[in-house]
């Protein structure tokens, strides 16, 4: 499985972005993909998800940091996944990373390679 992550770059504090993700490779359900970000010298940190649930339903998480300004969708005609990230702030700035197939612990088996967001003050 490979996926390519695209659309960071340098915006102001206030500004939006999207981020896509395009999964290819072995199938893979865009309802277990989501995103994660590493802030220079931090932990890398949930940021949105989706997660399957009982008879093909599924439900999203995001983490309280972006409640309310980032927004994930998925076409999976597309095997895309996209992160709308709206009134960005400096705290926003890190590496965002793509992710697929979560295991029962709670782990992403697949990566992809990470695209910077850079938000000035």
């Known amino acids: 499985v490979q996926l390519q992550a695209s659309g960071g770059g340098l915006v102001q504090a206030g500004g939006s972005l999207r981020l896509s993700c395009a999964a290819s490779?072995?199938?893979?359900?865009?309802?277990?993909m989501g995103w994660f970000r590493q802030a220079p010298g931090k932990e890398r940190e949930f940021v949105a998800r989706f997660t399957t649930w009982s008879g093909g339903s599924y439900y999203v998480n995001y983490a309280d940091a972006v409640k309310g300004r980032f927004t994930i969708s998925r076409d999976s005609a597309k095997n895309t996944v996209w992160l709308q990230m709206n009134n960005l702030k400096p705290e926003d700035t890190a590496v965002y990373y793509c992710?697929?197939?979560?295991?029962?612990?709670?782990?992403?088996?697949?990566w992809g390679q990470g695209t910077l967001v850079t938000v000035s003050s």
């Open positions: 490779g072995r199938t893979i359900s865009t309802a277990d």
């Open positions: 992710v697929a197939k979560r295991t029962s612990s709670g782990e992403y088996v697949y």
